[in-house]
């Protein structure tokens, strides 16, 4: 496996504002992804992020509302922009390890919108 | 794209009993079925998987079966221990998405 964290941990914000979520793992990994877990709710993927080019968005995500950065095979961020209350939930990276990308989850950041 | 079901959504059994969840899958060309036990407050945990080449896995008390046929795979729990108690996701990687979709999630609930 490998060690990931993420920052911030949680974070209350008010809507309109922006918020970018980092996320760090102890070696280089070829393939991270960002998911939402809303309340109760299962894990909806909201990207690919790709080393070197623009992320893969899942249907229903839109890099406007969501840009990610990918600058190297160990970071990665996420933002959330012009949030509103909607937006409120857990927001989880992820690493893929091996030839079935075994996803291993960072801890996760807890965002509410206010 | 991949849809994955998972029934039930939550289960309660009693400390030492049995717990069985299951998952079926549309998309027949998914290779990689995995199962995550989230705690409450924590991130997903992978606790076990199977491949498409294998019909059943073990470890310890958990243990995973797949049905390529029925396009279905099952988490099986046995002499559950409070520590059990968890939410749990199964979900399938596509050969052709490179992704993971998962499940609704199955809340358990071992009383003692």
């Known amino acids: 496996s490998a060690v990931i964290s993420q920052k911030p941990s949680r974070d209350i914000c008010q809507r309109g504002t922006s918020l970018t979520i980092q996320c760090q793992v102890d070696?280089?990994?070829?393939?991270m992804f960002w998911y939402r877990q809303q309340p109760g709710q299962s894990l909806t993927l909201i990207a690919t992020?790709?080393?070197?080019?623009?992320?893969?968005?899942e249907s229903g995500f839109v890099i406007d509302k969501f840009p990610i950065s990918r600058p190297n095979l160990t970071f990665s961020t996420l933002t959330v922009s012009n949030m509103s209350p909607e937006d409120s939930s857990i927001y989880l990276c992820?690493?893929?390890?091996?030839?079935?990308?075994?996803?291993?989850f960072g801890p996760g950041t807890r965002l509410t919108v206010l | 794209g991949e849809n994955v079901e998972q029934h039930p959504s939550t289960l309660s059994v009693q400390e030492g009993d049995s717990a069985v969840i299951k998952c079926t899958y549309s998309?027949?060309?998914?290779?990689?079925f995995p199962w995550y036990k989230q705690e409450l407050g924590k991130r997903p945990q992978l606790i076990i998987d199977i491949r498409s080449n294998v019909g059943e896995k073990k470890d310890q008390r958990i243990a995973v079966t797949l049905n390529k046929t029925a396009k279905h795979f099952s988490l099986h729990i046995t002499e559950t221990q409070p520590e059990d108690s968890a939410v749990y996701f199964c979900a399938a990687y596509g050969a052709a998405g490179n992704k993971l979709t998962f499940g609704g999630g199955t809340r358990v609930l071992v009383k003692p």
């Open positions: 998309d027949s060309a998914s290779n990689y």
């Open positions: 992820s690493v893929g390890l091996g030839a079935y990308n075994e996803q291993f």
């Open positions: 070696s280089q990994v070829t393939m």
């Open positions: 992020a790709n080393q070197g080019s623009e992320a893969t968005y």
